[in-house]
């Protein structure tokens, strides 16, 4: 591989796919940083070091490549937990909360992570924005009933709003569904927005992925608990080459963990938080 932005995302989603440990319930992602996180864990399954190990997809592409695979899959449902997903995103902000959707299967990803203990997002540095929206439009869902007063609705809220199309007409996700990127420029209350859009009929879903952990009602010592098995991940970063690890959850003292730095905060919550696998950009100074 002799593009070095490939060659990161490929370092950077198998980094990812070395959290898969037997027995697992495991999240497998979409797009192009996520699939070279599920290749490694054919391989794996391949060689013997996984075993045990059923998957859910965030995307029909996603299934149909792992089944090619021979990655074992969930057929329809997904468990009450599922144990690590690894996925990408489209941006990412200072404080790690994510625009993803640029693929189609937000709202499918948006289901999986909800689902997930855990959920390692895997980007390079052309993702890293100051603010959400600074580049990207935001992907809304939207039932085809009515589409049209949902994109002046979004108008409305202040997005520049486009029907994503491919060749043959309006692009549909898994469910069937149709996609409006809307462009509100930076985004300066992204909770405020999202729920301004939840609450509305015909609104299936949206990219932003504000840290909304699942298991919120965890208490701080089993929070706590459930860090130490990370702090090994942590400590086998390993050289500049590969990914920076950050938690998205836990306490404000939870900062980066970089090679070579040692352990992670022991108050550093893991359990239903985003930790999240950043790859270098090697064209500019060291972030």
């Given at each position: 591989?002799?593009?070095?932005?490939?060659?990161?995302?490929?370092?950077?989603?198998?980094?990812a796919a070395g959290l898969e440990e037997s027995g697992m319930v495991v999240g497998l992602g979409s797009g192009s940083t996520a699939i070279f996180a599920t290749r490694r864990i054919a391989e794996r399954l391949r060689a013997g070091e996984l075993g045990k190990i059923v998957a859910v997809a965030t995307s029909s592409a996603t299934d149909e490549a792992a089944r090619a695979l021979g990655i074992p899959m969930l057929v329809d449902d997904i468990p009450d937990d599922?144990?690590?997903?690894?996925?990408?995103?489209?941006?990412?902000?200072?404080?790690?909360?994510?625009?993803k959707g640029g693929g189609g299967a937000l709202l499918r990803e948006k289901i999986v992570a909800q689902a997930s203990r855990r959920e390692v997002i895997v980007v390079d540095a052309s993702k890293?924005?100051?603010?959400?929206?600074?580049?990207?439009?935001?992907?809304?869902?939207?039932?085809?009933?009515?589409?049209?007063?949902q994109a002046r609705f979004l108008e409305s809220l202040g997005a520049v709003v486009a029907l994503r199309t491919q060749a043959d007409g309006p692009s549909r996700t898994d469910s069937g569904n149709m996609i409006l990127d809307s462009r509100f420029g930076a985004i300066v209350d992204a909770s405020s927005l999202a729920r301004k859009l939840e609450a509305r009929a015909g609104i299936v879903a949206h990219g932003l992925f504000l840290g909304a952990c699942p298991r919120r009602d965890r208490s701080r010592r089993r929070w706590r608990a459930a860090c130490a098995p990370w702090r090994?991940?942590?400590?086998?970063?390993?050289?500049?080459?590969?990914?920076?690890?950050?938690?998205?959850?836990?306490?404000?003292?939870?900062?980066?963990?970089?090679?070579?730095?040692?352990q992670l905060p022991s108050s550093c919550g893991r359990a239903g938080g985003l930790p999240a696998l950043r790859v270098p950009d090697h064209t500019r100074q060291p972030q």
């Open positions: 591989m002799t593009d070095p932005a490939a060659r990161l995302k490929q370092q950077a989603g198998e980094l599922i144990d690590l997903t690894i996925d990408g995103a489209d941006e990412v902000d200072p404080a790690m909360s994510l625009i890293l924005s100051p603010r959400l929206g600074t580049h990207r439009p935001l992907p809304v869902e939207v039932l085809e009933f009515g589409w049209r007063s090994e991940d942590a400590r086998a970063v390993g050289p500049p080459s590969l990914p920076h690890v950050r938690p998205r959850h836990g306490s404000p003292n939870c900062g980066n963990v970089r090679p070579g730095e040692g």
